[in-house]
């Protein structure tokens, strides 16, 4: 499901346009990157949490040549399934439908 499919089962079901949807789907996501960009975590129950964590700068090699090169230190977004996603994947898809 990418955003257009998102907007489009948030108007059908809630009864906003189409356009409403897609505002209210880049705001949520618009949101959640903001926070990331400060460093916070994000939270959704029953879905999970967004967050980052910090990599080391660290000393990497070039499979062809060996060359040494320097990896520089990176901020990684990590997603973390909450209880009841994992209980709904640990069951199946079924348990989605209903």
Request: glycine share 12%; hydrophobic share 40%.
């Amino acid at each position: 499901m990418n955003k257009v499919a998102l907007s489009r089962r948030l108007a059908s079901r809630f009864g906003f346009t189409r356009r409403e949807a897609g505002m209210i789907v880049e705001q949520l996501l618009d949101a959640i990157t903001h926070e990331l960009v400060q460093g916070r975590r994000v939270e959704i129950r029953g879905l999970g949490s967004f967050g980052t964590r910090e990599r080391k700068p660290s000393l990497g090699r070039v499979v062809k040549t060996g060359q040494a090169v320097s990896i520089p230190a990176l901020r990684r977004v990590y997603f973390r399934p909450g209880r009841d996603l994992k209980e709904i994947s640990a069951g199946g898809l079924r348990s989605l439908s209903q």
